[in-house]
């Protein structure tokens, strides 16, 4: 089956994910690329469609990011996104000038209805705009399809030529009408049929593993999260138990979590693997005592697994693959996709082991965002506690406990967190808030309690709301859920005498707390 493709272009916007995202809500296929990218590579993609993104310069500066006029004549539709629409204008010979009046935020925008990309839109809708230039004058052969009270170009084309361009974001949800602009071009304007669906992705992706993987022997380390989690099961369904996981619970999930994974992956449980669990509890207890320092901890983290790893992997001897949980933002975030130069390095805790005896590495997600992984993992049946799994980091309850980790206080934070989520279900919060958990300070003080004095560990709570998980806002949970979550946790949890409620935002937190 040919593979539909529209690229989306990367000028450097905070947004660029996210638009491919919605693409592909729209069932079309759709991967970033940077705007560096040789005009010839996307010829030889031979893609139905391409989206320009916004990006921070003005285009009309020297050095500013651009793209050579051909692209816009190779008969492939092209749809100009802020700084693209911008862009697009500037290099077909338009006019873009800094704008009298700054746009920014939720904008009532009036849309010429004959417009292919607004079809079915309401003739006043809700649009986000966020910029300080503005399109003064369009290029030849374009009219103009939008406007707003201070903005005269919010959309022009030039229909003929397939060549589209929009000021604001339609890709935010704070565009009302945002997907079905995108959808109009996508599946209107690029005439894509839609053939990308997760069943049929999953198929494929089995039936690939299959082939490729033939008679072989496949390793896989099996963290309980979502990835490793959904890449497993897809192994398993290909290849049945020439698949082995090692799963090394480190002592620092959260309550009853090694269990968990045990239950689902395990002897008993509902998939044909071999499954190694490794109880590595007491090695990490003992390298991490004394240790306060975050990156330190991280690191001793990161290390143990791959020592545990590889001790594992020696038992098993050589094998011909290896499984790897990437996903799609993790490539584009490495820089090998798209234009974006931040690279959390932190957040792959260790990275390989280099000495397991392995072949090939199989990335079985690695063009999947995280809702297509959730749903690919849905599709195959895992159960959806596990597909919607909070997010959780690599080093564990290791960066919830402020200062050296002991097993006291890893039991600590497990129960008191174990109490919160079971109260944010309670109150039906668990499926709105983005992320939330409880973490241990440092700190401890005099509380009273019946008639005897205290000298405990507070407890902090977090709940944050996130896009992209490089900024986040803290959640609003009602008072009354926060104080049963404190009465709770005092009375239940040994140790603690006192709750905070953390509602610092990121930046100038971090989500975690180290
Ligand atoms: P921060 O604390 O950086 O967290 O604001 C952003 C997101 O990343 C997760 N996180 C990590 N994940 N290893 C991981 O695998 C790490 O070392 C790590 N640190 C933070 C965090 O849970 C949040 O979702």
Same mark, same amino acid.
């Given at each position: &089956?040919?593979?539909?493709?529209?690229?989306?272009?990367?000028?450097?916007?905070?947004?660029?994910?996210?638009?491919?995202?919605?693409?592909?809500? !729209?069932?079309?296929?759709?991967?970033?690329? %940077?705007?560096?990218?040789?005009?010839?590579?996307?010829?030889? &993609?031979?893609?139905?469609?391409?989206?320009?993104?916004?990006?921070?310069?003005?285009?009309?500066?020297?050095?500013?990011?651009?793209?050579?006029?051909?692209?816009?004549?190779?008969?492939?539709?092209?749809?100009?996104?802020?700084?693209?629409?911008?862009?697009?204008?500037?290099?077909?010979?338009?006019?873009?000038?800094?704008?009298?009046?700054?746009?920014?935020?939720?904008?009532?925008?009036?849309?010429? @209805?004959?417009?292919?990309?607004?079809?079915?839109?309401?003739? $006043?809708?809700? !649009?986000?705009?966020?910029?300080?230039?503005?399109?003064?004058?369009? *290029?030849?052969?374009?009219?103009?399809?939008?406007?707003?009270?201070?903005?005269?170009?919010?959309? *022009?084309?030039? *229909?003929?030529?397939?060549?589209? *361009?929009?000021?604001?974001?339609?890709?935010?949800?704070?565009?009302?009408?945002?997907?079905?602009?995108?959808?109009?071009?996508?599946?209107?304007? !690029?005439?894509?049929?839609?053939?990308? @669906?997760?069943?049929?992705?999953?198929?494929?992706?089995?039936?690939?593993? @299959?082939?490729?993987?033939?008679?072989?022997?496949?390793?896989?380390?099996?963290?309980?999260?979502?990835?490793? %989690?959904?890449?497993?099961?897809?192994?398993?369904?290909?290849?049945?138990?020439?698949?082995?996981? +090692?799963?090394?619970?480190?002592?620092?999930?959260?309550?009853?979590?090694?269990?968990?994974?045990?239950?689902?992956?395990?002897?008993?449980?509902?998939?044909?693997?071999?499954?190694?669990?490794?109880?590595?509890?007491?090695?990490?207890?003992?390298?991490?005592?004394?240790? $306060?320092?975050?990156?330190?901890?991280?690191?001793?983290?990161?290390?143990?697994?791959?020592?545990?790893?590889?001790?594992?992997?020696?038992?098993?001897?050589?094998?011909?693959?290896?499984?790897?949980?990437?996903?799609?933002?993790?490539?584009?975030?490495?820089?090998?996709?798209?234009?974006?130069?931040?690279?959390?390095?932190?957040?792959?805790?260790?990275?390989?082991?280099?000495?397991?005896?392995?072949?090939?590495?199989?990335?079985?997600?690695?063009?999947?965002?995280?809702?297509?992984?959730?749903?690919?993992?849905?599709?195959?049946?895992?159960?959806?506690?596990?597909?919607?799994?909070?997010?959780?980091?690599?080093?564990?309850?290791?960066?919830?406990?402020?200062?050296?980790?002991?097993?006291?206080?890893?039991?600590?934070?497990?129960?008191?967190?174990?109490?919160?989520?079971?109260?944010?279900?309670?109150?039906?919060?668990?499926?709105?808030?983005?992320?939330?958990?409880?973490?241990? $300070?440092?700190?401890?003080?005099?509380?009273?309690?019946?008639?005897?004095?205290?000298? =405990?560990?507070?407890?902090?709570?977090?709940?944050?709301?996130?896009? =992209?998980?490089?900024?986040?806002?803290?959640?609003?949970?009602?008072?009354?859920?926060?104080?049963?979550?404190?009465?709770?946790?005092?009375?239940?949890?040994?140790?603690?005498?006192? +709750?905070?409620?953390?509602?610092?935002?990121?930046?100038?937190?971090?989500?975690?707390?180290?």
């Amino acid at each position: &089956m040919e593979k539909e493709l529209v690229i989306v272009l990367d000028f450097g916007g905070q947004y660029n994910q996210l638009v491919a995202r919605r693409v592909r809500e !729209c069932n079309v296929y759709c991967e970033i690329y %940077s705007y560096r990218t040789d005009l010839s590579k996307i010829k030889e &993609m031979n893609p139905k469609g391409i989206i320009l993104t916004g990006g921070p310069n003005s285009c009309y500066e020297a050095d500013s990011p651009t793209y050579t006029k051909e692209l816009f004549e190779l008969g492939i539709p092209v749809l100009g996104l802020c700084y693209g629409a911008q862009l697009m204008m500037h290099v077909l010979g338009g006019k873009v000038q800094k704008a009298p009046v700054r746009e920014y935020g939720k904008t009532e925008v009036f849309v010429d @209805r004959s417009s292919d990309l607004f079809e079915d839109v309401s003739e $006043t809708t809700v !649009c986000w705009m966020s910029h300080f230039d503005y399109i003064s004058q369009v *290029a030849e052969g374009f009219r103009i399809t939008a406007h707003t009270a201070d903005c005269p170009v919010a959309a *022009a084309e030039n *229909a003929e030529k397939g060549l589209y *361009a929009i000021q604001f974001h339609p890709e935010v949800l704070h565009t009302q009408e945002g997907t079905k602009m995108l959808y109009n071009f996508v599946r209107g304007v !690029c005439d894509c049929a839609g053939t990308w @669906r997760m069943d049929s992705f999953v198929e494929n992706a089995i039936r690939e593993i @299959r082939e490729k993987v033939g008679d072989g022997k496949v390793l896989c380390a099996l963290s309980g999260g979502v990835d490793s %989690s959904v890449a497993a099961v897809m192994l398993s369904k290909a290849i049945g138990n020439q698949l082995t996981c +090692v799963f090394v619970d480190h002592g620092l999930l959260r309550k009853d979590e090694g269990d968990e994974v045990e239950e689902v992956f395990g002897p008993n449980g509902n998939y044909e693997l071999n499954f190694i669990r490794v109880n590595a509890q007491e090695r990490y207890y003992k390298k991490l005592a004394g240790v $306060t320092e975050p990156e330190q901890k991280r690191k001793i983290i990161g290390e143990e697994f791959i020592r545990v790893f590889e001790e594992e992997a020696k038992k098993i001897g050589a094998v011909d693959f290896l499984v790897q949980g990437t996903i799609y933002p993790d490539v584009v975030e490495s820089g090998l996709g798209g234009e974006s130069a931040v690279i959390k390095s932190h957040h792959n805790v260790g990275g390989l082991p280099d000495y397991v005896d392995f072949k090939e590495i199989i990335e079985p997600l690695r063009d999947l965002f995280k809702d297509e992984v959730r749903k690919a993992g849905l599709e195959m049946g895992i159960p959806e506690k596990l597909v919607f799994r909070q997010p959780f980091p690599g080093p564990g309850l290791g960066i919830r406990i402020v200062g050296e980790v002991t097993a006291e206080k890893v039991k600590i934070v497990q129960e008191a967190d174990a109490i919160y989520r079971e109260e944010i279900a309670n109150a039906g919060l668990d499926k709105t808030i983005g992320q939330y958990f409880a973490a241990l $300070t440092n700190m401890r003080s005099v509380g009273v309690m019946g008639d005897e004095r205290t000298y =405990d560990y507070a407890v902090a709570l977090r709940a944050v709301n996130t896009i =992209d998980f490089m900024t986040a806002e803290s959640a609003e949970i009602p008072f009354d859920v926060l104080q049963k979550v404190m009465s709770r946790i005092i009375n239940e949890v040994k140790g603690v005498n006192r +709750v905070f409620y953390d509602l610092t935002s990121k930046p100038p937190g971090t989500i975690e707390f180290e």
